[in-house]
């Protein structure tokens, strides 16, 4: 009866791959035979590579800024509504990027850069919520200046 492993029935391979032949080292994807650095392509800033996308969003950025601080320090009729709007440009540019982060944690976790990951998705959530904040701004401006008119 007891004839070992030689007793079980044969049977076709479960998958395609190839079995391995060697133990699995957890280590082997951090050690490498020479500088196996990823070929940057495209203008850069430090480590970040300038694209359409962001060249945007800072433009819109500092435009929506701008705006706002002109509504803030020049006093006119027009005053609320124009902060309302500056607040909303600078929201939609801060949600904008908080969505964008979204896929910089994922090819960064896909890579294995774990810090990198995490603090994007830090900084990230740090972009929602001042996108709610400086949308509620623009609502409570809005309503502010429904409230204001002449009665």
Do not use: K, N
Not at 5 to 14: E, Q, T, Y
């Amino acid at each position: 009866m007891g004839r070992g492993p030689a007793a079980l029935l044969r049977s076709a391979a479960m998958s395609t791959r190839r079995a391995i032949t060697q133990a699995y080292d957890d280590e082997e994807p951090w050690r490498t035979s020479g500088p196996s650095r990823r070929r940057r392509s495209g203008p850069h800033v430090g480590p970040l590579r300038i694209t359409p996308a962001r060249v945007f969003l800072v433009v819109a950025l500092f435009g929506g800024l701008g705006f706002l601080a002109y509504s803030i320090f020049f006093r006119d009729a027009l005053q609320v509504p124009l902060m309302a709007t500056g607040f909303a440009v600078v929201g939609i540019v801060f949600a904008i990027a908080a969505v964008m982060s979204i896929g910089a944690v994922v090819s960064a976790g896909r890579e294995s850069r774990d810090a990198a990951a995490f603090f994007t998705a830090l900084i990230g959530g740090f972009l929602a919520v001042g996108a709610l904040m400086c949308l509620a701004a623009a609502v409570i401006m809005s309503m502010i200046w429904s409230g204001t008119g002449p009665t």
